[in-house]
């Protein structure tokens, strides 16, 4: 299976702040990335699809970077309603793994 | 809107079968380059994927689960089915179902969920 690492797990930011989430994968897996944010007792959301392109109806202060074993994902200038956990997914191959979550809080 | 609703049993007990079927509204299950999944969470943990279908029957699932797994499909009903046999306390989670989209480019595929049910908590207890 290739294990999925995300970077850090928490991270306290304040409105209006610049956040940048790691991830990184156990081997190469191209561009097959894709981010999803979750927030509590709800489904995850998808955020951003193969790397870099952002889904229909995610605002675009949101944006991922990286190929090979390397990711990121970026908010540039945080709203109260981007509080919540981050997850980083691999659909290189099956299984199909997720990281184990970045919760970001509110500073 | 495409719409995914889980529903089964929210209590099972140990060494049972957890059974729990997702409708989809809004769109043929039968149409498109779509796979159907289902993902589970334990309580305050991560995501696990459990496995998928693609509406010809074809199946993969997760080796670490595969043994206890079985995911099937009705498209009359525009339904999909999870079987989790065996079940101990260490299945209890949310069980999402999802549909994952896949599509080509430059000779890759890329793969992603974007429609997820609400989620249903099983509960494994006697």
């Known amino acids: 299976d290739i294990q999925m690492t995300q970077s850090p797990s928490s991270l306290s930011a304040s409105v209006g702040d610049r956040v940048t989430i790691t991830c990184r994968a156990s081997q190469s897996i191209s561009n097959s990335l894709n981010w999803y944010q979750q927030k509590p007792g709800k489904a995850p959301n998808l955020l951003i699809y193969?790397?870099?392109s952002l889904q229909s109806g995610v605002p675009s202060r949101f944006s991922g970077s990286g190929s090979g074993t390397d990711f990121t994902l970026t908010i540039s200038s945080l709203q109260p309603e981007d509080f919540a956990t981050y997850y980083c997914q691999q659909t290189y191959s099956t299984p199909y793994t997720f990281g184990q979550g970045t919760k970001l809080e509110i500073k | 809107q495409v719409q995914l609703q889980e529903s089964g049993p929210g209590l099972v007990k140990p060494s049972q079968t957890l059974s729990l079927t997702c409708t989809v509204s809004g769109g043929s299950i039968s149409s498109g380059s779509y796979y159907w999944s289902w993902i589970r969470q334990p309580a305050g943990k991560g995501l696990e994927w459990i496995g998928r279908?693609?509406?010809?029957?074809?199946?993969n699932y997760n080796p670490s689960l595969k043994s206890r797994v079985t995911i099937s499909v009705d498209t009359s009903k525009n339904q999909f089915s999870l079987k989790l046999s065996s079940v101990t306390a260490a299945d209890t989670a949310i069980y999402y179902c999802?549909?994952?989209?896949?599509?080509?480019?430059?000779?890759?595929?890329?793969?992603?969920?974007?429609?997820w049910g609400q989620g249903t908590l099983v509960t494994v207890s006697s």
């Open positions: 279908i693609y509406t010809s029957g074809s199946t």
């Open positions: 193969a790397a870099f």
């Open positions: 999802a549909r994952e989209y896949g599509y080509y480019y430059d000779s890759s595929g890329y793969y992603y969920f974007d429609y």
